[in-house]
């Protein structure tokens, strides 16, 4: 499966202050744009193990003290695996562990309808 997906979100920050004014807020805005190869086999109809690999990258924008600052990533690959199984009723669950690059665990349950 081949998979490209983006996002994007902002919120608004400001300095913690203990006493005296309540200093402006700054903007943060994060943008994300990720593409995905997934390789995997059905065993059995029910359990399907597959390997992972995923590019990603976006920059970060925060403004503060009156200057923009520029983030990113620090690695912009995933390297990893999963597995997913097909439950009765439509019900799906999965586990994946991404140990190389941009490192997750993620866990999920799905139902087909």
Known sequence: MLGVSGGASGASTRKEVLA???PATSALYAFDVRAGLIVGKTFWNTLSPYAVFRALGG?????????TVIGGDLY???LGAGVVT????GFDVFVEGVPLGERAVTLGAGKSF
Do not use: A, D, E
């Open 59 to 67: 920059p970060l924008l925060w403004s503060y003290g009156g200057q």
């Open 86 to 89: 097909i439950l009765p009723r």
């Open 76 to 78: 912009h690959v995933q």
């Open 20 to 22: 005296g004014p309540t």
